[in-house]
């Protein structure tokens, strides 16, 4: 299939499509006058791709998840899975850092709450 029809049937733009391929995430083959041809698991390629990106993970990061996918064996498995882990803690690291963010805005609202406060009596 061509990438328009890739697209309609992933739900996705063409943009990403291409963007996949750049990444080394997706791949195709061309035609004599240099159309895009996939083959018919790419929408489901596409969808897996779009689910790992709906997780946090970077290109990168699901480039190195992808050996899983294509060449699935316990080895690959517990290297995903390790890498998977590594993104958990990432990501629940950051969560505590927005939640600090979070309080010490929180903390200058109740300081700007109480001098408006002053503004009023005074």
Not at 22 to 35: D, I, M, V
Not at 68 to 97: F, G, K, N, Q, Y
Request: some cysteine; charged content about 30%.
């Amino acid at each position: 299939m061509r990438i328009g029809e890739l697209a309609a049937r992933a739900g996705v733009s063409v943009r990403a499509l291409r963007y996949y391929e750049e990444q080394g995430l997706l791949t195709s083959t061309r035609s004599a006058s240099g159309q895009r041809h996939y083959t018919q698991y790419a929408a489901e390629r596409v969808t897996f791709l779009q689910r790992m990106y709906a997780a946090g993970l970077s290109s990168r990061t699901i480039a190195e998840l992808l050996p899983c996918v294509d060449s699935p064996s316990a080895e690959t498995s517990d290297a995903a899975l390790e890498r998977m882990a590594e993104e958990r803690d990432r990501l629940s690291d950051h969560i505590e850092e927005l939640i600090r963010t979070r309080d010490a805005l929180d903390g200058l609202m109740a300081t700007n709450r109480a001098h408006r406060e002053t503004l009023r009596t005074a």
